[in-house]
């Protein structure tokens, strides 16, 4: 093999075309990709499909080791970017990656031969993949915000129905404190009023009772006194009225 077909066989861009694809296969697989950045990994994989089959087309001996330098490039730049991407999921790299991609392109017209039917197939393959892979998106955007608006509506009106169930629980909770409330102000003016009247039958029992002890300590009282002014009058005292006297002194 003459050194003008390695120069170009073994040229470090195929290289970076191979670790190119898998690496664009990873980005569009991560969550949450949204149409924008996804059309961009697709249009960077539609770029390196046509630049790979640019260079297998065309006669090495007709390369310009400048031109591959200059594909290798822009590839590079895409690898790196995409990479950026993968780590942080800053959109601005599939940008960078896109602009580098034009260059890309830009090389690959400038590489000599015709383009073949199974070239120009495979590039309106690559064309109609690109645009279905969009409408899928577009689609799927489309369903997830009408699912979301019906799951919204649905929350709301849960929402509602809950807080109309917590109305009514608090308007029962209320009525129930307030017949409690009463319950006990009718069992505490009862309870007043029973002790009340207990303590006027006590006062009474207490009076009477004081009654009748002045009464029993009166009456034999009274009995000795007069039994003491009639021995007073006699001249010899009795024996009740000696057993009287005893009694007073004590």
Known sequence: MSDWIERVQNHRVWTLMKDLGPLIDNAINLEDVDAVTLAGLERLRAVLTYC?????????????????????????????????????????????????????????????????SEEQIESVRNIISYRNAIEELAQRSYEARKKAASDIEDLNLAITAFKGQIQNSLAELTALIDAKQNEIAKVSLEQQKVFAEAHIRSGSQIRMLRSRKNEMILFPLQRISSVVCTDITNTKPTKFSKECRKTVRM
């Open 52 to 116: 790979g089959k640019r260079l297998g087309g065309g006669d090495p001996l007709l390369v310009l080791p400048a031109s591959l330098e200059a594909m290798a490039g822009s590839f590079e730049s895409q690898k790196s970017a995409i990479q950026t991407f993968i780590t942080d999921k800053s959109t601005d790299h599939i940008t960078v990656a896109n602009t580098a991609a034009d260059n890309a392109l830009l090389t690959a017209f400038q590489l000599p031969g015709l383009l073949t």
